[in-house]
């Protein structure tokens, strides 16, 4: 019999010790068998799923299993180890959800080195585009796709670049804008840094397609490593030709610069990114004229998000139809999140349009972090809103997010729990939006200013109900009446968590309490004397010294002096120290 | 040939070049778009947020300063629903705005006031929360008070890219967006040149004129002082807006009003013009026809323009009119030449000017030759705004007067002297002038049209008896560079210079345009204000400085020949290099 | 550099593409080297040249997983693919060690297995 290996895992991370007792289970049955000589047992961090409970994976023939029983040990080694057979009703039928296109090369290739890129079909598409296609056949391309942009908004990509191109001028720009801003999102970071050329390769055919000879990328100064790797892109490229005059022996030129972002998020907005380029203040500008018409040094100019980029190669190579068969009817292609919070596995990944918020949340990050209930999805970033857990099987797209009151964005995905105070979530948005408010127009600046004021107000436990109708009547006049999409949406937090959890802020401002616990002014802690053991560890821990008593008459918090820091909370062994 | 649109404006139909904004395709169907940041005279800021218009099939709404109208376009611009956006909006700009109304020099004709008073705000409606920053008056000209700011952005518009200055720039981001020269230094320690066009163009008392009107009510109340008084130009056809009269010309009634506050003479500035003309124009005729230095000549009685070519322009000041503005004229006269004639004790003559300027406030103490007469020759300069709050403080039915004449010495001006108001004007007037010292002859047709108007570069060739003088005038002073760097090229290239003489007013339309004068100024109102000045020119039978009996009188009893030893003395001055940024 | 030609580019298949049998690939996107990817890296290149073991030690971008970097991806002949989480410089070495010589899996740090 060929040597086997069994990975097995439980999914289940609240428990900790019930994988031993499947290892001995395992081990006991494979000795029974007599086959511990020819399979290795190795217990695993992860095997590439998250359903509950205990799965194994079979090497060589790679088969799972989930869920399993305690009684199911012996008939897996009976069957599948000794008999090869394939037992069906444990069979983990999902495979991953993920799919990887615009990361294909991401975590695959060295992003260092130009012969890697090749080597996994880079430039295909260039040459492709410089051999065979015209810049109209490049739109017509891209309209077949139906690719949107990445950034956020969704705009359909070929109308941009078809724009530009119908623009009768001797000069052309194409801007790469990677000033990522969003608080947790890192999308376009991951994709400079680890796929560089694939980026480069995007600006060139943008650059054909639109008759540019010159294209800035615009990065932000807090990506050293990407600024780095993209520099070296650019250097390799130029020395092998495929930057500079007469870029693989056609005519055409083109040529790349990076340009530092300062670290104003504004500078994300296309105008302000221009005036930024251009050595100006980067406040955004009144559109129209589009850059696409009027941009970089007044010439027309076309700002593409780094995924956005990323995704013309593979569009290119593969054809616009193709690319257009994965996704939903008014988005294409796939989408890259960076899915954090209270989700298990946080980190990068990258789903089909149309996939569910619940397949992206329990199915890739492997549900929320002690099993707790989750609540609701954050998309968007401070830009976007919450959507609440009952809509968790809403397949994404542009349409249905933007429908539930928060926006695709640029991919940041925040799962949140019960533990998570949306009055608090709502504060953590705007006080980023207020810091980053360009200044220029007043609803923007002083909308933010005051949403702020009014939820600190209502997270303090000053709150009154009106404030609830200040905060849509601010919300809205910030949506209508700011000038560029950083105000416009700056207020998409506060609406939509009202819009959802009116009631969460109503027990905040009627009652006085903060559910989840978070808003410091809103809770009180307490010792319950008849689960107290009287060890006193509360009292030693307490900063604050507001912890009063003795051994004998047991331990009373002096909410006064209580600074709220739960630590008493934490170091009680005995869940005796309430938190309400 | 521009393409059409038509579209429509709540219901009405439009029809208007393509590129017209919302706002001004509105205006033409009588509809008013509230806004507190767009100002005709510049592009639009979008700052505000208070233009937003609806338009059919868009749930959003557009900035009707900044949205070019489209074709077939349905737009509305008034329902409840903007009224509450818009009402929001003002309540969050006035939650970072001080309540000082009662105290503030723009109470009474504030943008942001009247808007107030028009959307009904009778309380804070959110927390208010007000800045706390400095207030600059270092350059004793204008004063900023960035605390009154709700940066709209038309300060720094005007200050870079009208005025080319570049003094003035937001500092800091989000809430901390205030207006400063960069680096936070002073004002005076930045390369402003004190035109004031800033304040005629802030919304709000958050950049406004120094007022000096205490120190003139003091000199009058002062009985060892012998108070005198002089007007610019362009100040009598602008003071009439403070009284709701515009483009009218109120010479003199000013003359009679100034009697009634309890100045001991009147003079007019007009009548320094001409004594300018007569030294300009010799000043010139050296240059044209006797070489004695190089041209082009180039004009200096713009106080913001001297400041501005001090700074930066330094490389033309041997092109540079020695001569002094009129202004500064009457000054030195009054405490030497009318002092001598009246027989008052020069000492305690107090000259004060009515100016349409802030930077003649800085120009009373420019330079030594400020002290020619042995004391400071003007002891206080007032703008035209101050001057309608000193009317209105005296009580006086302005209006009504009735009209009295100047004290003829330093008074009686010609047609040439009261056209230094407009753009063009003191070209025209040293022209006229001009042709007479070269040909000893007297023009026919005094009016030289292609000096006058908006332009912002004017240029014509005058024939004076066979040769062509090449002129330019220009004015705003970012459209001077183009000018200067014509001149810069020619004499680089050893070629024949493009001009011979040029004239240079810092702001737009010339004084008429002044930083001093009443607010909101649009091209209209200038031309309005300019035409009551040429319309004064046409009306005098003197209309050439040199033909003014009382100049002839000063230079015949006094000041011997222009470009003498005592009009040396008393009218020239001299220019130097100053640093753009003082440390 | 070289040129590179359009011929260059069009023969590469890129389903073809070969890493080679036995490889480490350490992922040092920023998320990686926050979490101390640099030094693994560093160890694994200064170990193997110490223990005289034979592999390809190469850098790549995000593999996505970046709760769990730093990540080692270990190619070995004879084992299946595995990802390694939570990587430090002493299991950079075990890795060495016991994987690559001893063709044993780390049983604690492993994140996926291909």
Same mark, same amino acid.
């Not at chain 1, 598409?125 to 969704?154: D, I, Q, Y």
């Not at chain 2, 090449?470 to 705003?476: P, S």
């Not at chain 3, 389903?15 to 040092?28: E, Q």
């Given at each position: 019999?060929?040597?086997?290996?069994?990975?097995?895992?439980?999914?289940?991370?609240?428990?900790?010790?019930?994988?031993?007792?499947?290892?001995?289970?395992?081990?006991?049955?494979?000795?029974?068998?007599?086959?511990?000589?020819?399979?290795?047992?190795?217990?695993? %961090?992860?095997?590439?799923?998250?359903?509950?409970?205990?799965?194994?994976?079979?090497?060589?023939?790679?088969?799972?299993?989930?869920?399993?029983?305690?009684?199911?040990?012996?008939?897996?080694?009976?069957?599948?180890?000794?008999?090869?057979?394939?037992?069906?009703?444990?069979?983990?039928?999902?495979?991953?959800?993920?799919?990887?296109?615009?990361?294909?090369?991401?975590?695959?290739?060295?992003?260092?080195?130009?012969?890697?890129?090749?080597?996994?079909?880079?430039?295909?598409?260039?040459?492709?585009?410089?051999?065979?296609?015209?810049?109209?056949?490049?739109?017509?391309?891209?309209?077949?796709?139906? +690719?949107?942009?990445?950034?956020?908004?969704?705009?359909?990509? !070929?109308?941009? !670049?078809?724009?530009?191109?119908?623009?009768?001028?001797?000069?052309?720009?194409?801007?790469?804008?990677?000033?990522?801003?969003?608080?947790? %999102?890192?999308?376009?970071?991951?994709?400079?840094?680890?796929?560089? =050329?694939?980026?480069?390769?995007?600006?060139?055919?943008?650059?054909?397609?639109?008759?540019?000879?010159?294209?800035?990328?615009?990065?932000?100064?807090?990506?050293?490593?990407?600024?780095?790797?993209?520099?070296?892109?650019?250097?390799?490229?130029?020395?092998?030709?495929?930057?500079?005059?007469?870029?693989?022996?056609?005519?055409?030129?083109?040529?790349?610069?990076?340009?530092?972002?300062?670290?104003?998020?504004?500078?994300?907005?296309?105008?302000?990114?221009?005036?930024?380029?251009?050595?100006?203040?980067?406040?955004?500008?009144?559109?129209?004229?589009?850059?696409?018409?009027?941009? +970089?040094?007044?010439?027309?100019?076309?700002?593409?998000?780094?995924?956005?980029?990323?995704?013309?190669?593979?569009?290119?190579?593969?054809?616009?139809?193709?690319?257009?068969?994965?996704?939903?009817?008014?988005?294409?292609?796939?989408?890259?999140?960076?899915?954090?919070?209270?989700?298990?596995?946080?980190?990068?990944?990258?789903?089909?349009?149309?996939?569910?918020?619940?397949?992206?949340?329990?199915?890739?990050?492997?549900?929320?972090?002690?099993?707790?209930?989750?609540?609701? #999805?954050?998309?968007?970033?401070?830009?976007?809103?919450?959507?609440?857990?009952?809509?968790?099987?809403?397949?994404?797209?542009?349409?249905?997010?933007?429908?539930?009151?928060?926006?695709?964005?640029?991919?940041?995905?925040?799962?949140?729990?019960?533990?998570?105070?949306?009055?608090?979530?709502?504060?953590?948005?705007?006080?980023?939006?207020?810091?980053?408010?360009?200044?220029?127009?007043?609803?923007?600046?002083?909308?933010?200013?005051?949403?702020?004021?009014?939820?600190?107000?209502?997270?303090?436990?000053?709150?009154?109900?009106?404030?609830?109708?200040?905060?849509?009547?601010?919300?809205?006049?910030?949506?209508?009446?700011?000038?560029?999409?950083?105000?416009?949406?700056?207020?998409?937090?506060?609406?939509?968590?009202?819009?959802?959890?009116?009631?969460?802020?109503?027990?905040?401002?009627?009652?006085?309490?903060?559910?989840?616990?978070?808003?410091?002014?809103?809770?009180?802690?307490?010792?319950?004397?008849?689960?107290?053991?009287?060890?006193?560890?509360?009292?030693?821990?307490?900063?604050?010294?507001?912890?009063?008593?003795?051994?004998?008459?047991?331990?009373?918090?002096?909410?006064?002096?209580?600074?709220?820091?739960?630590?008493?909370?934490?170091?009680?062994?005995?869940?005796?120290?309430?938190?309400? | 040939?521009?393409?059409?649109?038509?579209?429509?404006?709540?219901?009405?139909?439009?029809?208007?070049?393509?590129?017209?904004?919302?706002?001004?395709?509105?205006?033409?169907?009588?509809?008013?778009?509230?806004?507190?940041?767009?100002?005709?005279?510049?592009?639009?800021?979008?700052?505000?947020?208070?233009?937003?218009?609806?338009?059919?099939?868009?749930?959003?709404?557009?900035?009707?300063?900044?949205?070019?109208?489209?074709?077939?376009?349905?737009?509305?611009?008034?329902?409840?629903?903007?009224?509450?956006?818009?009402?929001?909006?003002?309540?969050?700009?006035?939650?970072?705005?001080?309540?000082?109304?009662?105290?503030?020099?723009?109470?009474?004709?504030?943008?942001?006031?009247?808007?107030?008073?028009?959307?009904?705000?009778?309380?804070?409606?959110?927390?208010?929360?007000?800045?706390?920053?400095? #207030?600059?008056?270092?350059?004793?000209?204008?004063?900023?008070?960035?605390?009154?700011?709700?940066?709209?952005?038309?300060?720094?518009?005007?200050?870079?890219?009208?005025?080319?200055?570049?003094?003035?720039?937001?500092?800091?981001?989000?809430?901390?967006?205030?207006?400063?020269?960069?680096?936070?230094?002073?004002?005076?320690?930045?390369?402003?040149?004190?035109?004031?066009?800033?304040?005629?163009?802030?919304?709000?008392?958050? #950049?406004? &004129?120094?007022?000096?009107?205490?120190?003139?009510?003091?000199?009058?109340?002062?009985?060892?002082?012998?108070?005198?008084?002089?007007?610019?130009?362009?100040?009598?056809? %602008?003071?009439?807006?403070?009284?709701?009269?515009?483009?009218?010309?109120?010479?003199?009634?000013?003359?009679?009003?100034?009697?009634?506050?309890?100045?001991?003479?009147?003079?007019?500035?007009?009548?320094?013009?001409?004594?300018?003309?007569?030294?300009?124009?010799?000043?010139?005729? &050296?240059?044209?026809?006797?070489?004695?230095?190089?041209?082009?000549?180039?004009?200096?009685?713009?106080?913001?323009?001297?400041?501005?070519?001090?700074?930066?322009?330094?490389?033309?000041?041997?092109?540079?009119?020695?001569?002094?503005?009129?202004?500064?004229?009457?000054?030195?006269?009054?405490?030497?030449?009318?002092?001598?004639?009246?027989?008052?004790?020069?000492?305690?003559?107090?000259?004060?000017?009515?100016?349409?300027?802030?930077?003649?406030?800085?120009?009373?103490?420019?330079?030594?030759?400020?002290?020619?007469?042995?004391?400071?020759?003007?002891?206080?300069?007032?703008?035209?705004?101050?001057?309608?709050?000193?009317?209105?403080?005296?009580?006086?039915?302005?209006?009504?007067?009735?009209?009295?004449?100047?004290?003829?010495?330093?008074?009686?001006?010609?047609?040439?002297?009261?056209?230094?108001?407009?753009?063009?004007?003191?070209? &025209?007037?040293?022209?006229?002038? %001009?042709?007479?010292?070269?040909?000893?002859?007297?023009?026919?047709?005094?009016?030289?049209?292609?000096?006058?108007?908006?332009?912002?570069?004017?240029?014509?060739?005058?024939?004076?008896?066979?040769?062509?003088?090449?002129?330019?005038?220009?004015?705003?002073?970012? =459209?001077?560079?183009?000018?200067?760097?014509?001149?810069?090229?020619?004499?680089?290239?050893?070629?024949?210079?493009?001009?011979?003489?040029?004239?240079?007013?810092?702001?737009?339309?010339?004084?008429?345009?002044?930083?001093?004068?009443?607010?909101?100024?649009?091209?209209?109102?200038?031309?309005?204000?300019?035409?009551?000045?040429?319309?004064?020119?046409?009306?005098?039978?003197?209309?050439?400085?040199?033909?003014?009996?009382?100049?002839?009188?000063?230079?015949?009893?006094?000041?011997?020949?222009?470009?003498?030893?005592?009009?040396?003395?008393?009218?020239?001055?001299?220019?130097?290099?100053?640093?753009?940024?003082?440390? | 550099?070289?040129?590179?030609?359009?011929?260059?580019?069009?023969?590469?298949?890129?389903?073809?593409?070969?890493?080679?049998?036995? !490889?480490?690939?350490?992922?040092?996107?920023?998320?990686?080297?926050?979490?101390?990817?640099?030094?693994?890296?560093?160890?694994?290149?200064?170990?193997?040249?110490?223990?005289?073991?034979?592999?390809?030690?190469?850098?790549?971008?995000?593999?996505?997983?970046?709760?769990?970097?730093?990540?080692?991806?270990?190619?070995?002949?004879?084992?299946?693919?595995?990802?390694?989480?939570?990587?430090?410089?002493?299991?950079?070495?075990?890795?060495?060690?016991?994987?690559?010589?001893?063709?044993?899996?780390?049983?604690?740090?492993?994140?996926?297995?291909?």
């Amino acid at each position: 019999m060929e040597k086997k290996i069994i990975y097995i895992r439980d999914t289940d991370s609240a428990q900790k010790e019930r994988i031993n007792d499947y290892f001995t289970l395992f081990s006991n049955e494979l000795r029974d068998a007599n086959l511990l000589e020819q399979v290795q047992l190795v217990k695993v %961090a992860d095997i590439g799923l998250y359903e509950k409970g205990v799965a194994v994976k079979i090497i060589p023939e790679n088969i799972v299993y989930s869920g399993i029983k305690t009684t199911d040990v012996k008939e897996i080694v009976e069957e599948t180890i000794r008999g090869g057979k394939i037992i069906k009703d444990l069979l983990c039928g999902k495979k991953s959800k993920q799919l990887r296109a615009v990361l294909k090369n991401c975590g695959y290739i060295d992003p260092e080195s130009l012969e890697d890129y090749i080597a996994a079909g880079g430039y295909k598409a260039l040459v492709k585009v410089l051999t065979e296609m015209k810049p109209e056949a490049v739109v017509e391309e891209l309209k077949k796709s139906g +690719l949107r942009g990445r950034g956020g908004a969704g705009y359909p990509t !070929w109308m941009k !670049w078809n724009f530009a191109r119908g623009m009768n001028s001797p000069e052309k720009y194409v801007i790469c804008n990677g000033d990522e801003g969003d608080p947790g %999102a890192y999308m376009d970071r991951s994709v400079l840094e680890g796929d560089p =050329h694939s980026v480069l390769e995007g600006m060139i055919i943008a650059g054909y397609t639109i008759g540019s000879t010159k294209g800035y990328f615009y990065i932000r100064a807090e990506y050293p490593l990407a600024v780095e790797r993209v520099q070296k892109a650019i250097d390799q490229a130029t020395s092998a030709g495929l930057l500079g005059n007469n870029i693989l022996g056609s005519n055409f030129n083109f040529e790349l610069e990076i340009r530092l972002g300062a670290g104003a998020f504004v500078c994300g907005e296309e105008t302000s990114l221009i005036a930024s380029i251009e050595g100006k203040r980067g406040t955004p500008h009144p559109r129209p004229p589009y850059p696409s018409v009027k941009g +970089l040094w007044g010439k027309p100019t076309i700002i593409n998000n780094v995924e956005t980029l990323a995704n013309i190669p593979l569009l290119i190579a593969g054809g616009g139809t193709k690319f257009a068969s994965v996704g939903t009817e008014k988005s294409k292609g796939t989408k890259v999140f960076a899915l954090t919070g209270k989700v298990k596995n946080s980190g990068l990944v990258e789903v089909p349009m149309g996939i569910t918020l619940r397949e992206i949340v329990y199915d890739i990050g492997g549900g929320i972090i002690n099993n707790r209930d989750i609540k609701a #999805i954050q998309t968007g970033g401070p830009s976007g809103g919450v959507i609440p857990q009952e809509f968790l099987d809403t397949p994404v797209d542009y349409e249905n997010l933007g429908k539930l009151g928060s926006i695709m964005g640029s991919g940041g995905m925040i799962a949140i729990d019960d533990t998570d105070c949306l009055v608090d979530l709502a504060k953590f948005y705007l006080e980023f939006c207020v810091d980053e408010s360009c200044g220029k127009c007043a609803p923007c600046r002083l909308g933010g200013y005051q949403l702020l004021q009014i939820l600190k107000k209502i997270s303090g436990g000053n709150g009154e109900l009106e404030d609830l109708n200040r905060l849509k009547k601010i919300s809205y006049a910030m949506q209508k009446a700011s000038l560029c999409g950083l105000g416009q949406s700056a207020s998409n937090p506060v609406f939509s968590t009202i819009r959802y959890f009116e009631e969460e802020y109503k027990r905040h401002i009627v009652d006085k309490k903060c559910p989840a616990g978070k808003c410091k002014a809103l809770i009180s802690f307490k010792v319950i004397s008849e689960k107290c053991k009287k060890c006193g560890l509360c009292m030693k821990n307490c900063p604050a010294n507001a912890i009063t008593g003795s051994r004998e008459a047991g331990y009373i918090v002096d909410s006064q002096k209580c600074i709220k820091c739960g630590v008493c909370f934490d170091v009680c062994k005995f869940k005796a120290v309430m938190k309400e | 040939m521009y393409k059409m649109i038509e579209a429509k404006i709540n219901g009405i139909t439009v029809e208007v070049k393509e590129g017209t904004t919302v706002m001004e395709a509105a205006k033409k169907v009588q509809i008013k778009i509230p806004t507190l940041c767009k100002h005709p005279d510049l592009p639009p800021s979008a700052a505000c947020g208070l233009c937003i218009v609806k338009v059919k099939g868009s749930n959003k709404m557009l900035r009707a300063c900044c949205t070019p109208l489209e074709d077939k376009m349905e737009i509305t611009t008034n329902d409840p629903d903007i009224v509450e956006v818009r009402k929001t909006v003002l309540e969050l700009i006035i939650s970072n705005h001080p309540n000082d109304c009662l105290k503030c020099g723009r109470n009474g004709n504030c943008e942001l006031q009247s808007m107030a008073a028009d959307f009904g705000i009778r309380e804070d409606v959110f927390g208010k929360f007000l800045r706390d920053i400095p #207030i600059d008056s270092s350059t004793g000209t204008v004063v900023l008070e960035p605390s009154k700011c709700i940066l709209c952005g038309r300060c720094i518009e005007v200050c870079q890219n009208m005025q080319d200055v570049w003094a003035l720039s937001f500092l800091e981001r989000g809430l901390d967006t205030r207006i400063s020269p960069a680096g936070d230094i002073k004002l005076s320690e930045s390369p402003c040149v004190k035109c004031g066009q800033c304040s005629a163009h802030c919304p709000t008392g958050a #950049i406004f &004129e120094k007022d000096d009107t205490q120190l003139v009510w003091d000199a009058l109340k002062n009985q060892d002082k012998y108070c005198v008084i002089q007007i610019a130009p362009a100040v009598r056809v %602008a003071i009439g807006e403070a009284f709701g009269a515009t483009g009218k010309n109120l010479t003199k009634k000013l003359y009679a009003l100034f009697r009634r506050m309890g100045f001991k003479a009147v003079f007019d500035t007009n009548f320094g013009a001409d004594v300018t003309i007569m030294e300009e124009a010799s000043e010139f005729v &050296e240059r044209f026809v006797h070489k004695k230095s190089e041209l082009p000549l180039i004009t200096s009685c713009c106080p913001a323009w001297v400041d501005f070519m001090e700074k930066f322009h330094s490389d033309m000041i041997n092109h540079f009119s020695t001569c002094k503005s009129p202004h500064e004229i009457v000054g030195t006269l009054s405490k030497t030449y009318y002092a001598e004639k009246a027989g008052v004790d020069p000492s305690k003559i107090y000259m004060a000017s009515v100016m349409p300027c802030t930077a003649k406030k800085y120009e009373i103490t420019r330079s030594d030759e400020m002290f020619a007469s042995g004391y400071q020759d003007i002891d206080v300069a007032i703008t035209t705004r101050e001057l309608a709050r000193m009317i209105k403080q005296a009580g006086i039915d302005f209006m009504n007067l009735p009209d009295e004449e100047a004290d003829s010495l330093l008074g009686d001006y010609t047609g040439a002297g009261v056209i230094f108001g407009a753009t063009g004007g003191v070209m &025209e007037a040293a022209l006229r002038t %001009a042709y007479n010292l070269v040909t000893k002859k007297e023009l026919e047709d005094v009016n030289f049209v292609n000096t006058r108007g908006l332009e912002f570069i004017k240029e014509a060739e005058i024939d004076i008896e066979g040769t062509k003088v090449k002129i330019a005038v220009a004015h705003g002073l970012s =459209h001077v560079e183009e000018v200067l760097e014509r001149v810069r090229q020619a004499k680089k290239e050893g070629k024949e210079v493009p001009y011979h003489f040029i004239e240079v007013m810092a702001c737009p339309g010339g004084c008429v345009g002044g930083g001093g004068q009443p607010y909101n100024v649009t091209d209209s109102l200038r031309l309005k204000r300019a035409s009551a000045i040429y319309q004064d020119d046409k009306e005098k039978t003197v209309r050439c400085s040199h033909n003014n009996v009382y100049v002839k009188k000063l230079y015949k009893d006094f000041l011997g020949k222009p470009l003498g030893e005592k009009s040396h003395k008393l009218c020239h001055t001299e220019y130097k290099a100053r640093p753009i940024y003082v440390r | 550099m070289k040129k590179i030609t359009k011929e260059d580019i069009e023969k590469v298949d890129p389903s073809k593409k070969d890493l080679g049998k036995n !490889w480490i690939k350490v992922g040092m996107s920023t998320c990686g080297v926050a979490a101390g990817a640099d030094e693994v890296y560093a160890a694994l290149i200064d170990e193997a040249k110490k223990r005289n073991i034979e592999i390809d030690i190469r850098k790549c971008g995000c593999q996505g997983a970046c709760s769990v970097e730093p990540l080692v991806e270990v190619n070995v002949e004879g084992l299946p693919k595995v990802l390694y989480g939570r990587v430090t410089k002493d299991v950079a070495v075990t890795i060495l060690e016991r994987h690559v010589r001893n063709k044993k899996l780390l049983h604690d740090y492993i994140f996926e297995i291909n």
